[in-house]
């Protein structure tokens, strides 16, 4: 891998937990970065993506995640139009965090992994489902956003790793502990 770390990517459908488990890695100490955490900064610092989104759709959505979620997730075309601007940007500074980073083992969280073909970037892939009641209670009137994601059943038969996050953290951390004890025997 010439210094990268082994790469394990976290992912899964809307409010499963994602952010929880990466947390769980961090409790771990294992580097971790969120894509969505890349993705809320290029809204709001990257001047490519600033200028584009002004350009679309008008100055008030420029840094507003609000106004472009209003945008986005009532008009499918629009919100394929703002991934083609993000995904190759958030893959790239993704890659070259991975790259810089000094530790056995690098966790990312990617929330559409497998709706992008992304898994061939990482060694490992850590998928995170929770009941679709617990999903919808962490983010009412989720169905209409899942609709275009592949389904936890084909995530869950794609991954290395699959968690039904309807516990404790207590829990989630021995699982991630599991997780690296395989990936990584100490």
Excluded at 19 to 32: D, I, K, M, Q
């Amino acid at each position: 891998m010439g210094g990268r770390p082994l790469a394990v990517a976290i992912t899964g459908g809307i409010a499963a937990g994602k952010s929880e488990a990466l947390a769980a890695f961090a409790r771990h100490g294992v580097p971790t970065l969120s894509a969505d955490a890349v993705v809320h900064d290029l809204l709001a610092y990257d001047e490519e993506v600033r200028r584009a989104v002004k350009e679309r759709w008008g100055a008030d959505a420029v840094g507003n995640r609000a106004r472009i979620g209003e945008i986005v997730f009532h008009d499918r075309a629009e919100l394929e139009w703002l991934e083609r601007l993000l995904h190759p940007k958030t893959r790239g500074i993704a890659d070259a965090w991975l790259g810089s980073v000094e530790a056995p083992v690098a966790a990312v969280e990617v929330p559409l992994l497998f709706e992008t073909n992304g898994e061939g970037r990482f060694d490992k892939v850590v998928v995170v489902t929770a009941p679709a009641a617990t999903r919808e209670a962490r983010r009412p009137g989720l169905a209409e956003r899942e609709a275009r994601l592949i389904p936890d059943e084909e995530k869950v038969r794609r991954a290395d790793f699959s968690y039904v996050n309807d516990g404790s953290l207590e829990e989630l951390d021995a699982f991630v502990a599991r997780v690296l004890e395989a990936v990584w025997p100490s």
